[in-house]
């Protein structure tokens, strides 16, 4: 079974610019979550799709946003990235969106914002 | 609120040696779930094992062993006979009922095992 999916691997882009992160969940997986990754702030939730609706969201600002699929694939984007932005992000799947559900994760995207 | 504590930043040993990561968390909820997971160096948070509030009984899977004590909430995770695959990042997390998928991590302890 194919574990999670993240694409791209690598992306360097700059401030003012937006992006938009993949992500692809182990089959039959159907809630999403992602994490931003930094030095400083460390592993923090982001949000969480399930059915296609967000069920929970970090404390982000508005410039974070995300969507899932009806397949459950999910994307995240950022507009107006800033320095800040410069981070490991990192997307799980589970079954369901519950709290014993195990979270797997895939490689993450690196971003980089000069 | 919740909030894990992981006090160790960094610790090395040599391998064979035996080492314990600490894991102390805070949680007002009475069902709550911890986990620990590794991360090596290629970035991918790695699964370790699954843990709920109502199950104290230690694990052990291989050279890895867990102690979890309610009274004293903490969810320690100790390695014996480490190996230079062992080197890692180690993440131990929380999870509460309420708060379905977010998981709340602690800041990490890097191990490092050296021949």
């Known amino acids: 079974k194919a574990g999670v999916t993240q694409t791209p691997r690598y992306l360097i882009k700059t401030r003012g610019q937006q992006v938009t992160l993949s992500c692809s969940p182990i089959?039959?997986?159907?809630?999403v979550s992602w994490y931003q990754q930094t030095p400083g702030q460390g592993l923090q939730f982001l949000f969480e799709?399930?059915?296609?609706?967000?069920?929970n969201k970090g404390n982000f600002p508005g410039r974070f946003s995300g969507r899932q699929f009806s397949n459950s694939r999910s994307e995240m984007n950022v507009s107006t990235l800033e320095l800040g932005d410069s981070a490991l992000y990192l997307c799980?799947?589970?079954?369901?969106?519950?709290?014993?559900?195990?979270?797997?994760f895939g490689a993450g995207t690196r971003l980089s914002v000069l | 609120a919740q909030k894990v504590t992981q006090a160790q930043t960094e610790i090395s040993v040599v391998e064979k040696e035996d080492v314990t990561l600490d894991c102390v968390y805070e949680?007002?909820?009475?069902?709550?779930?911890l986990f620990w997971y590794k991360q090596p160096p290629s970035g991918e948070l790695v699964f370790l094992i699954r843990?709920?509030?109502?199950?104290?009984q230690n694990e052990i899977s291989g050279r890895y062993s867990w102690n979890f004590q309610k009274s004293t909430s903490s969810f320690n995770f100790t390695i014996t006979a480490s190996q230079v695959v062992d080197s890692a990042v180690y993440f131990c997390?929380?999870?509460?009922?309420?708060?379905?998928?977010?998981?709340?991590f602690g800041t990490g302890t890097r191990l490092q095992v050296t021949l």
């Open positions: 949680t007002r909820d009475t069902t709550y779930y």
């Open positions: 997390a929380l999870i509460n009922t309420g708060t379905a998928s977010k998981l709340t």
């Open positions: 799709y399930f059915s296609e609706t967000q069920r």
């Open positions: 799980a799947s589970s079954l369901e969106a519950v709290a014993k559900n195990i979270q797997y």
């Open positions: 843990r709920n509030s109502f199950d104290e």
């Open positions: 089959s039959g997986h159907r809630s």
